[in-house]
């Protein structure tokens, strides 16, 4: 079997958005990949419909290319691990879903 090309990691900054609520939802995880095939090849394995979740841009006056992720819940992160998705940082799904978007290599 080859490399590991399927990630998940926590959703950050998202007790920015929620700031001043009562409760906090549940964390939520982003599930990402090498490449889109990737992504929603696993994501079916899953039994994740293909609509990803909210597509992610890199801030900017120009924009790339959108990034394709899902979001998951602890259920389905802890499936995806079970799969063999490779639990990453915050900050790498970001430069993983950078070079995805540019069509680079996946960084170090």
Do not use: N, W
């Amino acid at each position: 079997m080859g490399a590991v090309a399927v990630y998940v990691s926590k959703q950050r900054d998202l007790g920015r958005l929620l700031a001043g609520r009562s409760s906090m939802p549940p964390p939520l995880f982003t599930l990402t990949a090498d490449s889109d095939d990737e992504l929603h090849a696993f994501a079916g394995r899953l039994g994740i419909r293909k609509d990803p979740g909210i597509p992610a841009t890199p801030a900017g006056f120009v924009q790339d290319a959108v990034v394709r992720h899902y979001l998951l819940t602890q259920g389905e992160r802890d499936r995806a691990v079970e799969l063999g998705a490779q639990v990453i940082s915050a900050r790498k799904a970001g430069k993983i879903e950078r070079a995805t978007a540019s069509g680079e290599t996946q960084p170090s």
